[in-house]
């Protein structure tokens, strides 16, 4: 153990014993000098393999910000809530009719069923009832061109079953339930 003040290296700001800055003074000075380059472990677990390199890849770029609206929405908001404040609903009268809806002006309205979405959703949703639109129109088409053919038969009837007039003794061959032989016998025969 060596004893004495510490000395802070004028380089880096480390304090070392006097013997150690003396080594430290020139190692410090060489390294601080020379830039390192970062270390890429994929290309060194990559030597020796069949296993490609891999170029980093570029960050994208981020889409522009759009200005927000979170101020008129806002104050839509408010005014909806002063309106249902200022209704009484004690005197049972007719309620005032709804606001009409507020729509934001980002969203994309669909062409087929009117309803409004964002971009990534729109450009989802507009194919897919592009194709639904398509498909009802097809069965339109369909259900015009079969007029003159008969409609086809959807539920099978059982044909209906005859009663027959029941007369005091009714044969266990029509009879829907079991029948012990004995039984009718003796109904007959009384």
């Known amino acids: 153990v060596q004893t004495g003040d510490l000395l802070p290296c004028r380089i880096c700001g480390r304090t070392f014993f006097p013997a150690a800055l003396k080594k430290h003074g020139p190692i410090c000075q060489k390294t601080s000098a020379k830039k390192r380059k970062t270390f890429d472990s994929s290309r060194q677990r990559a030597e020796g393999t069949d296993i490609p390199t891999v170029k980093p890849l570029k960050?994208?770029?981020?889409?522009?910000?759009?200005?927000?609206?979170?101020?008129?929405?806002?104050?839509?908001?408010?005014?909806?809530?002063?309106?249902?404040?200022?209704?009484?609903?004690?005197?049972?009268?007719?309620?005032?009719?709804?606001?009409?809806?507020?729509?934001?002006?980002?969203?994309?309205?669909?062409?087929?069923?009117?309803?409004?979405f964002n971009e990534n959703a729109a450009d989802r949703h507009i194919n897919f009832c592009k194709e639904q639109a398509a498909r009802i129109t097809n069965k339109g088409k369909m259900a015009a061109d079969t007029k003159g053919k008969l409609p086809p038969r959807t539920q099978n009837k059982p044909a209906a079953v005859k009663k027959m007039p029941s007369v005091g003794s009714t044969p266990s061959s029509l009879s829907r339930l079991p029948q012990p032989s004995g039984v009718s016998k003796t109904l007959v025969g009384m």
């Open 59 to 116: 960050p994208r770029p981020e889409p522009p910000k759009k200005p927000s609206n979170w101020r008129r929405k806002h104050e839509e908001f408010i005014a909806t809530i002063r309106a249902a404040k200022g209704l009484n609903l004690k005197d049972g009268g007719k309620l005032p009719p709804p606001p009409p809806p507020s729509y934001d002006p980002d969203y994309i309205q669909c062409p087929y069923c009117q309803r409004r």
